[in-house]
């Protein structure tokens, strides 16, 4: 079995517990004597000592482990822990080279690098790295070194050799399997060991990780933390997901199994995901859901491009989704428009009526509109479109996470969150699909021109 780090605080954990807990017992007036009687330097040493600020389930467990998986919801802390922890070992000289591997360059830029808990935010001045983007590296004044990787280039790590790796937000990956073992065989060098970090996803990479005997876990939740997260983000996250099933993911870093009554099993689209689509498709089209309204309540607008191959079938290309005004979700669509070359824009218009085709075409008049009425319920239209599924004629390209996660969590009989890109991705494979006789009515004054995009 796997290690479960919960279920034995090592030392280290036990000590960082017990300063916190005793500092936080004493009144304020015998807390500011202590932290008085300290010199600046003491201040400046206490400032930046993690094993006093962190929670006992942030340090290493106990053991002789090769791999620590830190699977917990959002805002547990994940990002500040796998950082630290890359800190600690390059200070004791356990750690000369390393692997930061993230979904994307920009995340492992703006969240393992340079963001608010990442790798220059933790080391104080005299041991922060030398960050050069272009080179992809940091540099630590000690001679470490680590080099930056994505899931999208897993041949960038055929070849470097490590000790230690941390690897963020793994589940997102887009191609977990092939990153993930470019990054083993490479991690050879002394006493190798991998930090992951992440939500959970119920992928297989993921699974395996958690059944291996060589790994340690620490579990977690979004309450853990709620101390140091603020009031609007810990409200926001409760109210959007507290009693969903997606929320068990997000809150409570539950691996979620098939939901009763879900349209779309992990399986249908596992199965048949491909690296590229077809190098000719025979038409592209722009589905959107649209919210009309902007404010902390209002839904996203769900915009999911897809094309339709010779071999008739479905390649869902990209997943432009977004919360945000009228004129910046037109906006997305019109980039989604042209960044595929897609022939037309599919846009339901039960809610927005000519607001959404007259916000598209202010900003691309010569964008094509087809408006749509959705007159039967969300259940009636999505279930010919999951049958293209399970018939294994619908590929996604790449892994497309918060699409999927909506699709195989959605339950007509359970689900509070409007599946927003489930509604777009419906209207794309609709209109794509001669043989679906769904009861979308098309507006008669559609704006609508054929357009030759190859």
């Known amino acids: 079995m796997a290690k479960q780090s919960k279920s034995k605080s090592s030392p280290a954990q036990q000590e960082s517990s017990s300063k916190l807990l005793s500092l936080a017992s004493i009144s304020s007036k015998e807390r500011a004597k202590i932290l008085d009687s300290l010199t600046p330097?003491?201040?400046?040493?206490l400032r930046w000592d993690w094993r006093f600020w962190a929670r006992p389930e942030q340090l290493p467990p106990e053991g002789d482990w090769r791999s620590w998986v830190i699977v917990a919801g959002r805002g547990f802390g994940k990002t500040?822990?796998?950082?630290?922890?890359v800190r600690d070992q390059v200070k004791n000289k356990s750690a000369r080279r390393i692997a930061l591997?993230?979904?994307?360059?920009?995340?492992?830029?703006?969240?393992?690098?340079?963001?608010?808990?990442?790798?220059?935010?933790?080391h104080p001045d005299h041991e922060r790295p030398l960050y050069e983007p272009s080179r992809r590296r940091l540099t630590w004044?000690?001679?470490?070194?680590?080099?930056?990787?994505?899931?999208?280039?897993?041949?960038?790590?055929?070849?470097?050799?490590?000790?230690?790796?941390?690897c963020d937000e793994l589940a997102a990956w887009s191609y977990p399997y092939d990153t993930w073992d470019q990054l083993m065989f490479g991690l050879r060098l002394g006493n190798p060991r991998c930090v992951v970090t992440t939500t959970p996803r119920p992928i297989k990479l993921l699974k395996d990780l958690l059944e291996n005997p060589s790994c340690a876990i620490t579990r977690g939740s979004t309450f853990d933390n709620k101390l140091n997260l603020a009031?609007?983000?810990?409200?926001?996250?409760?109210?959007?997901?507290?009693?969903?099933?997606?929320?068990?993911?997000?809150?409570?870093?539950?691996?979620?199994?098939?939901?009763?009554?879900?349209?779309?099993?992990?399986?249908?689209?596992?199965d048949h995901r491909v690296h590229q689509p077809p190098a000719t498709l025979k038409r592209v089209v722009v589905g959107v859901d649209p919210a009309v309204t902007n404010k902390d309540t209002s839904d996203e607008t769900g915009i999911i491009v897809v094309g339709l191959g010779s071999d008739d079938h479905f390649y869902v290309l990209g997943d432009?989704?977004?919360?945000?005004?009228?004129?910046?979700?037109?906006?997305?669509?019109?980039?989604?428009?042209?960044?595929?070359?897609?022939?037309?824009?599919?846009?339901?218009?039960?809610?927005?009526?000519?607001?959404?085709?007259?916000?598209?075409?202010?900003i691309d008049s010569t964008v094509p509109i087809k408006k749509v009425h959705a007159s039967r319920g969300k259940v009636l239209r999505?279930?010919?479109?999951?049958?293209?599924?399970?018939?294994?004629?619908?590929?996604?390209?790449?892994?497309?996470?918060?699409?999927?996660?909506?699709?195989?969590?959605?339950?007509?009989?359970?689900?509070?969150?409007?599946?927003?890109?489930?509604?777009?991705?419906?209207?794309?494979?609709?209109?794509?699909?001669?043989?679906?006789?769904?009861?979308?009515?098309?507006?008669?004054?559609?704006?609508?021109?054929?357009?030759?995009?190859?």
Not at 110 to 122: E, K, Q, R, W, Y
Request: proline share 4%.
């Open 41 to 45: 330097q003491q201040l400046i040493d």
């Open 80 to 85: 500040r822990t796998g950082a630290e922890f």
């Open 101 to 122: 591997v993230g979904r994307t360059a920009a995340d492992v830029r703006d969240v393992m690098v340079t963001g608010p808990s990442g790798l220059l935010a933790v």
């Open 141 to 166: 004044p000690c001679g470490a070194t680590a080099h930056t990787y994505t899931s999208e280039r897993s041949d960038q790590l055929r070849g470097p050799q490590h000790d230690l790796a941390w």
């Open 231 to 270: 009031k609007a983000f810990f409200d926001q996250i409760i109210d959007k997901y507290e009693g969903t099933t997606i929320g068990r993911q997000e809150i409570y870093a539950d691996m979620l199994t098939e939901v009763p009554g879900a349209l779309w099993k992990r399986s249908m689209i596992d």
């Open 320 to 362: 432009g989704s977004v919360k945000a005004s009228v004129d910046t979700w037109a906006r997305a669509v019109v980039t989604r428009y042209n960044m595929h070359r897609a022939d037309k824009v599919i846009a339901e218009v039960n809610q927005g009526g000519d607001l959404v085709a007259r916000m598209i075409n202010q």
């Open 382 to 454: 999505a279930e010919p479109v999951a049958a293209r599924y399970e018939q294994g004629r619908v590929h996604h390209v790449g892994a497309l996470n918060e699409l999927e996660d909506q699709l195989c969590s959605y339950s007509p009989m359970n689900s509070k969150i409007s599946p927003d890109r489930m509604d777009a991705l419906v209207y794309a494979i609709t209109e794509l699909d001669s043989k679906n006789t769904i009861d979308l009515k098309i507006d008669s004054n559609a704006n609508y021109q054929p357009r030759n995009f190859f």
